[in-house]
Nanobody, 113 residues
Framework: QVQLQESGPGLVKPSQTLSLTCTVS??????????WSWIRQPPGKGLEWMGV???????YYSPSLKSRTSISRDTSKNQFSLQLSSVTPEDTAVYYC?????WGQGTLVTVSS
């Protein structure tokens, strides 16, 4: 079955860009009609969907984050990535990559100077 694993820095300074990568195994990110999402959960709050990249490379973002979010992919490595710019402490959260019912374990990113 599909497995996902997030990786990236656990600490980012305010105003910088948060960058995370999701490595996928057990399935190809280019399989037709598959879509790959980024979701986050701030401490003590609910889940927030951030955006998705589809099998053909098309992307869709949450309207509230669209101006700061970019999702890309590296098909040669079967990975997709998240970039969130101009971060503030409010962007501190556990970040997950997901595909249908398969989720990564999540990675905590703290925004602090």
């Amino acid at each position: 079955q599909v497995q996902l694993q997030e990786s990236g820095p656990g600490l980012v300074k305010p105003s910088q860009t948060l960058s995370l990568t999701c490595t996928v195994s057990g399935g190809s990110i280019t399989t037709s009609y598959y879509a790959w999402s980024w979701i986050r959960q701030p401490p003590g709050k609910g889940l927030e969907w951030m955006g998705v990249i589809a099998y053909d490379g098309s992307t869709y973002y949450s309207p509230s984050l669209k101006s700061r979010t970019s999702i890309s992919r590296d098909t040669s490595k079967n990975q997709f990535s998240l970039q969130l710019s101009s971060v503030t402490p409010e962007d501190t959260a556990v970040y997950y990559c997901a595909h249908l019912g398969a989720w990564g374990q999540g990675t905590l990113v703290t925004v602090s100077s």
